[in-house]
T-cell receptor
């Protein structure tokens, strides 16, 4: 079935450094969503990307959807300790339910 | 009301017990989901209800039995579980029915331990 590869699995950064996680699919996606799960918490919806080449920003977070709609990235500028958590991409293709990537766990060293 | 609620928050049950997990949303969402999440893993889809009808059952063992009494409520009945079923059980809802996209709103989850 549909699979979404997400890298890296872990990322440790110094506070103030940038962070990027990538999501790739072998097939064209209808849309892609990003979620954040804090330690001990539940996934929280961040954003949905639908259009080819789409770029959306939320404060220090920048989300991109590839031109071929097969990949996406989440970039955080100048990380803060509040950014700690696991970031999941989740993809929709056709009538199938969301398929989650394995997530990237971000730790930020103050 | 913009949240999904789940009860109980924690549940410890023996392998012969019968228990139920409850989920509620009052956002008028058309699709509701049950996920199972093991530590350091992504949520794993179990069931999808769209317009109160079971649309997807991801080959879940029959010891898990979902129920959607109305558009706001979703239950997961548990019977004869195994220790490996211990996990965080997440409920989610989406404003659009299955197949039409739409973000998912997750509840806080029920942390289940099977002894």
């Amino acid at each position: 079935g549909q699979q979404v590869m997400q890298i890296p699995q872990y990322q440790h950064v110094q506070e103030g450094e940038d962070f990027t996680t990538y999501c790739n699919s072998s097939t064209t996606l209808s849309n892609i969503q990003w979620y954040k799960q804090r330690p001990g918490g539940h996934p929280v919806f961040l954003i949905q990307l639908v259009k080819s080449g789409e770029v959306k920003k939320q404060k220090r977070l920048t989300f991109q959807f590839g031109e071929a709609k097969k990949n996406s990235s989440l970039h955080i500028t100048a990380t803060q300790t509040t950014d700690v958590g696991t970031y999941f991409c989740a993809a929709l293709s056709g009538n199938t339910p969301l398929v989650f990537g394995k997530g990237t766990r971000l730790s930020v060293i103050a | 009301d913009t949240e999904v609620t789940q009860t109980p928050k924690h549940l410890v049950m023996g392998m012969t017990n019968k228990k139920s997990l409850k989920c509620e949303q009052h956002m008028g969402h058309r699709a509701m989901y049950w996920y199972k999440q093991k530590a350091k893993k992504p949520p794993e889809l179990m069931f999808v209800y769209s317009y109160e009808k079971l649309s997807i059952n991801e080959s879940v063992p029959s010891r898990f039995s979902p129920e959607c009494p109305n558009s706001s409520l979703l239950n997961l009945h548990l019977h004869a579980l195994q220790p490996e079923d211990s996990a965080l059980y997440l409920c989610a809802s989406s404003p659009l029915p299955l197949g039409e996209g739409g973000e998912q709103y997750f509840g806080p989850g029920t942390r289940l331990t099977v002894t």
